[in-house]
């Protein structure tokens, strides 16, 4: 096995072989015909679903071109910044956080040629904690969880980074025996959306897991709300089913 | 008129969509982008009130009625209701000497009739007959109320990308920077060349020729298309009893008719519609133009799009082309509407190859449909025209394939743009 580089934040979070692969592959992130096309195609479904709850949680103006001017946004595990320069877009002051030398340099260079103004970091969401970053209003944790080595003390952690009032969106894929055959065996070994070993479906995690990391913690869980695939038209939709891919939210209430 | 952008979202851009030629198909997706938040400019070569004068377009347009509905949802509707002619029948004859119209029944005739499809239509009309001169009209009204800022007369000599905006420079000298630039300028598309798209097609030696008469009798809103054996003869009733004659012919012969003197150019449609005209007069200049099939390879490049004729330059035998460049403008700004609510870059390849996407199948199909028919109906081979003649019959015999055709003319098949469907953005 290669052994990970030293370009890698350090921490407890951190699985360095995780870390590696994606570093290895980090100059491909904005190929929209490389490897992270599929991340490309599903992006739409989750920017909206984002959009939607962020609207709803600060009670900002649906008609606006930058809404959520204002508000701190965390994009954590921010690999190429896919999510990241949307959100700077839409009005919020991004930090973006990825445990990937590589993959922040790759963002934050993409980032500047666009004129947006995003704080990438190469850190962790324990480093964040310690140095007393934050908090923010919105923390993405977006198909993140299912690769860092300790996922509970990993989902606390970030809860902890919230503002009161806060709202943090998990998105993961379930460990069901669908999402073995279709996320694990279909995308990357049939389909080759993904490079084999993308995922590891004994690291998927289950809704009422989620709930249970979080459970000695001042929030509120509300989902999972479920993603899917329509073959039919290539698009990636919101759906009832769970089963593969999902997300939650997770809720600080404000101060009384 | 002058440069007077409203603020970009970035201190660097002129606007968030350049548009490229401010012809119908480019003003209507100006409107459009507008009614969805974006801001547009407009570049055209020609001043902006060139196009209104009557030696301009002296054609005429089939408009489906979903591209009115289109129209309605951007706030132009309006003023071209009256201006409209609805089409309530549709009536195909082929044959070397016109004979259904008559009253002569012939077996190789295809009837369609807004009556059969009026429940999936509302009672819409299968379409109606504009004048592009009154489109035009319109849409530039429109353009100049919602403070579009148009650049005319203004010449892009050439385009460039780089990672963050397209650039136009224009023959002056000025240079124009957004994140996104549309090709809307026609068959002959200076952004296409930019994007390195290449194009297929071939000439169909054969010209239209157009003219608007008045005619003595009432024309009923009949659309009447001929298959002759040189080329199909279209007779489209316009408002106040005129119709617009549509008339292809191999191109040599066209020629002369368009210099031949006017009662030269009379007596050549008597003869070509026997009585069935009745008494007619030509109004205005008449139109000579070559038709050619040219569809572009691709749509969309990056920061670069293409739409319209500039994308798809069909043959007219359908009514189809500006509908065509209609059913873009729908669904491109859609896809650019959509995209800035979610803080997309409007201008990357991503978010254009959706729009591409969702009309390559639409236009690639159409070019072909269009092709097949008229090869089929440009030929006098007697096999060919027995094939054909049983075709239609068999088309009229089954409601439900001649509903179909009904509703594809009318654009109302498939997964539909929202403004299509007049609903706002």
Redo the contacts between chains.
């Keep these: 096995m290669q052994t990970p580089s030293t370009d890698q934040a350090q921490g407890w979070s951190v699985d360095p072989q995780e870390v590696e692969r994606f570093s290895r592959i980090a100059a491909e992130w904005w190929d929209?015909k490389g490897k992270f096309a599929p991340l490309?195609r599903f992006?739409?479904v989750r920017?909206?679903f984002i959009?939607d709850q962020a609207l709803q949680r600060f009670g900002r103006d649906s008609?606006a071109?930058q809404p959520f001017t204002g508000l701190k946004l965390l994009d954590i595990g921010c690999g190429g910044g896919l999510l990241s320069?949307?959100?700077?877009?839409?009005g919020f002051d991004v930090t973006a956080v990825d445990a990937s030398e590589r993959n922040i340099k790759t963002a934050s260079a993409?980032a500047s040629?666009?004129?947006l103004d995003i704080q990438f970091r190469c850190s962790t969401a324990e480093t964040l904690l310690e140095e007393g970053a934050g908090p923010f209003d919105l923390i993405l944790n977006m198909e993140v969880i299912e690769h860092v080595a300790d996922p509970g003390a990993y989902l606390r952690a970030c809860s902890q980074l919230l503002a009161p009032g806060g709202l943090m969106i998990v998105a993961t894929m379930n460990r069901t025996l669908k999402a073995l055959a279709l996320a694990k065996i279909g995308a990357e070994y049939i389909l080759r959306w993904l490079p084999a070993g993308t995922h590891d479906w004994n690291k998927f995690l289950k809704p009422e897991e989620l709930q249970a990391f979080l459970s000695s913690e001042p929030v509120q869980i509300e989902g999972p709300f479920g993603v899917s695939f329509n073959p039919l038209?290539?698009k990636w939709v919101r759906s009832g089913d769970s089963d593969v891919n999902y997300m939650m939210t997770v809720l600080k209430p404000a101060l009384v | 008129m002058t440069l007077n952008a409203p603020a970009p979202?970035?201190p660097?851009f002129d606007a968030d969509v350049i548009i490229v030629g401010a012809g119908m198909a480019g003003m209507t997706l100006a409107l459009a982008l507008v009614s969805g938040?974006l801001r547009p400019l407009l570049i055209d070569p020609q001043t902006f009130d060139a196009q209104l004068a009557s030696e301009f377009d002296g054609r005429s347009s089939a408009i489906a009625y979903s591209s009115f509905r289109l129209w309605k949802a951007i706030g132009v509707g309006e003023a071209l209701v009256s201006k409209a002619q609805n089409i309530e029948q549709i009536l195909v004859t082929d044959g070397r000497t016109p004979g259904a119209a008559n009253g002569a029944a012939s077996p190789f005739f295809l009837r369609f009739d807004s009556a059969e499809i009026a429940d999936r239509t509302d009672g819409e009309p299968l379409g109606y007959m504009l004048e592009n001169r009154s489109i035009r009209a319109a849409l530039a009204q429109a353009v100049m109320d919602a403070a579009i800022p148009v650049l005319a007369p203004a010449t892009v000599v050439s385009a460039s990308v780089d990672?963050?905006a397209a650039e136009v420079t224009l023959s002056d000298g000025r240079v124009l920077r957004a994140p996104l630039v549309v090709g809307a300028e026609g068959r002959h598309s200076i952004i296409r060349q930019a994007a390195k798209i290449g194009t297929v097609g071939w000439d169909y030696a054969q010209s239209g020729v157009v003219a608007t008469v008045a005619m003595a009798k009432p024309h009923e809103g009949v659309a009447h298309e001929y298959f002759l054996p040189s080329g199909p003869f279209a007779i489209l009733p316009l408002t106040g009893n005129r119709a617009s004659l549509v008339w292809t012919e191999k191109t040599d012969r066209a020629e002369a008719l368009r210099s031949a003197r006017p009662e030269v150019f009379e007596a050549h449609l008597r003869r070509r519609f026997g009585d069935f005209l009745g008494e007619i007069e030509v109004l205005g200049p008449r139109f000579v133009y070559p038709l050619s099939l040219q569809l572009a390879e691709d749509m969309a490049a990056p920061r670069l799009v293409l739409m319209g004729d500039a994308a798809h330059g069909v043959h007219p035998i359908a009514g189809q082309g500006l509908n065509l460049g209609l059913k873009d403008a729908a669904a491109l700004a859609e896809v650019l509407t959509?995209a800035?609510?979610?803080?997309?870059?409007i201008g990357?390849?991503?978010v254009l190859?959706r729009y591409a996407?969702w009309r390559r199948f639409d236009n690639v199909m159409l070019a072909a449909a269009t092709d097949v028919f008229v090869r089929l109906f440009s030929n006098d081979n007697p096999m060919l025209r027995f094939v054909r003649g049983a075709g239609m019959a068999v088309v009229n015999l089954i409601g439900p394939a001649r509903k179909f055709f009904m509703q594809e003319a009318g654009g109302a098949v498939g997964?539909l743009p929202k403004l299509l469907r007049g609903e706002p953005l």
Excluded at chain 2, 340 to 345: C, K, P, S, W
């Design positions: 929209p490309h992006n739409p920017l909206s959009r008609s071109r320069e949307p959100m700077s877009r839409l993409h040629e666009q004129g038209t290539g | 979202s970035q660097n938040g990672a963050a959509d800035i609510r979610l803080g997309e870059d990357s390849f991503v190859e996407a997964d």
